[in-house]
């Protein structure tokens, strides 16, 4: 997609980081949203991150009805992420809210898939059938909005990185496109979303790559393996919240590879899954380093794995900084 000079971030434009420049934010793109929609109807990929959630929010106080959002589970969302977008947006603010549980679909398409990339174009091109599909169920929608935020869009004209929303979409489906948080930097998204009242725990969301778990249940993906990354990730998330780590850890995940090791337990072998904590600290995801975490915790945390985790019976916590080692291991 060619982008223009309406892409291009004022050097004059100051930087969001108060509630008052933030509501002057929000009250200015609710004029601009209302002026470029007028009487259509709008259609968003909904995936519960901050930038698709602040632009969701941002359009439901601009337009109301006219949006449509759909929120498309692949099975490889965080344990009660779905929820809380059902929550959020259609229970308390009333959105147009498409939910479809896409879980098997996904599932069988990955079965026996191993090579990270592969995994990543099916479930990315998987994606996009099952939105396109709903798309074409729904009549009079103009505009596609997206969360396009101002870094994307440095990253595309460097040639670092395609733009995660550009194309993709079927040549039937020609919509023009709202993206009313392009100019803002990820702080800002932020903040504009605190002040539209969107929860802390969607505000602040960790970064969360495109596919999901699917790229933290390592080699190709099973669903005893995939319940083992969702379930202790959500233990991991709550223990670091007990411990007041929420805010102060940049980033924090399990990960269940996909081979087994030895193990005992009622004084017989074992031949189970093991669970690796990840936790970094970082600016940019450019580098990273790993943060000295409690050994209280760390023993924490295991005892729930072991005791709520089926098919687990080894904990590692992974000591790698960035570079050498990525942040996530596919």
């Not at 004022?10 to 793109?29: G, H, K, V, W, Y």
């Not at 039937?172 to 504009?192: A, G, I, Q, S, T």
């Not at 924490?300 to 005791?307: A, G, K, L, S, V």
Request: overall charge negative; proline content about 5%.
């Amino acid at each position: 997609m060619a982008r223009n000079e309406t892409d291009i971030r004022p050097e004059s434009m100051a930087r969001i980081n108060t509630p008052e420049l933030a509501q002057a934010f929000i009250d200015e793109q609710i004029a601009a949203i209302r002026a470029q929609v007028g009487t259509d109807r709008v259609l968003l990929a909904l995936s519960g991150g901050v930038d698709s959630s602040v632009v969701a929010a941002l359009l439901i106080k601009a337009i109301g009805k006219q949006l449509t959002c759909v929120h498309v589970n692949h099975g490889l969302l965080r344990k009660g992420e779905p929820e809380q977008v059902i929550k959020v947006f259609r229970d308390e603010m009333d959105a147009n809210l498409v939910y479809v549980d896409a879980t098997d679909r996904f599932l069988d398409a990955l079965a026996g898939v191993s090579a990270p990339e592969k995994k990543r174009k099916i479930i990315g091109g998987l994606f996009i059938d099952v939105f396109a599909e709903e798309a074409r169920k729904l009549e009079g929608v103009k505009f596609l909005a997206q969360g396009t935020i101002y870094p994307d869009i440095l990253e595309s004209k460097a040639g670092i990185k395609s733009h995660h929303n550009d194309g993709g979409l079927p040549e039937d489906l020609k919509f023009e496109l709202c993206e009313p948080v392009k100019l803002l930097y990820k702080d800002e998204v932020r903040m504009v979303g605190k002040q539209l009242g969107l929860p802390d725990n969607m505000v602040y969301r960790q970064p969360f790559p495109g596919p999901g778990l699917g790229v933290r249940c390592t080699g190709a993906i099973t669903r005893d393996r995939l319940e083992a990354v969702r379930e202790s990730d959500a233990i991991l998330r709550e223990e670091f919240d007990k411990a007041g780590l929420n805010g102060k850890v940049w980033q924090y995940f399990t990960v269940v590879p996909d081979f087994t090791s030895t193990g005992i337990k009622d004084g017989k072998r074992t031949d189970d899954w093991m669970v690796i904590i990840r936790a970094v600290n970082s600016v940019d995801a450019t580098s990273a380093t790993v943060p000295e975490l409690p050994y209280s915790l760390l023993t924490t945390i295991r005892e729930r794995i072991f005791n709520e985790v089926k098919g687990v019976n080894r904990v590692l916590y992974d000591l790698s900084t960035k570079p050498l080692a990525t942040i996530e291991y596919e």
